[in-house]
């Protein structure tokens, strides 16, 4: 367990259909990150937090993927009118310093959210 | 695209050492590299990086050579449990700490055989 939390596990959909999965970061971590990943590849990066601040943006969010982190807390990635193509599994990442050594900042994941999309 | 090369597969006797390699050629002297393994259907798991010296952790131990070109993942003893997929990643410093410069390639699928 590495203290970033992500729920639902799993999530079924019908196509059309608005999903929501919500991610808890470690509690001092200011960053926070999306990725998605479907079956054989590695993860793609979607999206980045600083804080409340969403830095950066991949190409892959369509403008169907909204992500918010309102507070600088936890934050929230929602699919609207879902595809088929959209299934894969979430996963949220955060990372905010390595105590007592410097370093480039490790990135700590989630266990995902898998969604599949019917 | 990922700035990093490796095996697509390996495989290890258990018991073992396992030696996965990552080539890095175009790494830039504020490059970290980093490793973590995915265990099917679970998130990345961090397992050690470094910049230019040999790391050791209780899960791996990482050597870089002089030029930090490549670096190999060691696994001392590997057992059935490390059966997983190992990714190399090289990234920058905080400063330039954003989310398209951590970026995944296939990594290399390790089977450790009984």
């Known amino acids: 367990d590495t203290g970033v939390s992500q729920d639902p596990r799993h999530k079924i959909t019908k196509r059309g259909q608005n999903v929501t999965f919500r991610c808890d970061p470690i509690?001092?971590?200011?960053?926070l990150y999306w990725y998605r990943q479907t079956l054989g590849q590695g993860p793609e990066f979607l999206t980045y937090?600083?804080?409340?601040?969403?830095?950066?943006k991949s190409r892959l969010l369509s403008d169907r993927f909204s992500a918010e982190r309102p507070k600088g807390s936890f934050s929230t990635l929602e699919i609207q009118r879902t595809e088929q193509g959209d299934s894969a599994m979430y996963l949220c990442?955060?990372?905010?310093?390595?105590?007592?050594?410097?370093?480039?900042?490790?990135?700590?994941f989630g266990e995902g959210s898998w969604l599949t999309v019917v | 695209d990922a700035k990093t090369t490796q095996p697509p597969s390996m495989d290890c006797a258990e018991g073992r050492a396992a030696n996965l390699p990552c080539n890095h050629s175009?790494?830039?002297?504020?490059?970290?590299v980093y490793w973590y393994r995915q265990i099917h259907s679970q998130g990345p798991q961090y397992i050690i990086h470094?910049?230019?010296n040999n790391e050791t952790n209780e899960m791996a131990s990482l050597i870089i050579t002089e030029d930090r070109k490549s670096s190999t993942l060691i696994l001392p003893h590997a057992t059935l449990r490390d059966t997983a997929v190992y990714y190399c990643?090289?990234?920058?410093?905080?400063?330039?700490?954003?989310?398209?410069?951590?970026?995944f390639g296939p990594g290399t699928r390790l089977s450790v055989l009984p």
């Open positions: 990442a955060s990372t905010g310093g390595d105590r007592g050594r410097s370093s480039g900042n490790t990135i700590y």
């Open positions: 509690s001092e971590h200011n960053r």
């Open positions: 937090f600083q804080n409340e601040a969403q830095l950066e």
């Open positions: 175009t790494i830039s002297g504020n490059e970290y």
């Open positions: 470094g910049l230019k």
């Open positions: 990643i090289v990234r920058p410093t905080p400063a330039d700490n954003y989310g398209q410069n951590f970026v």
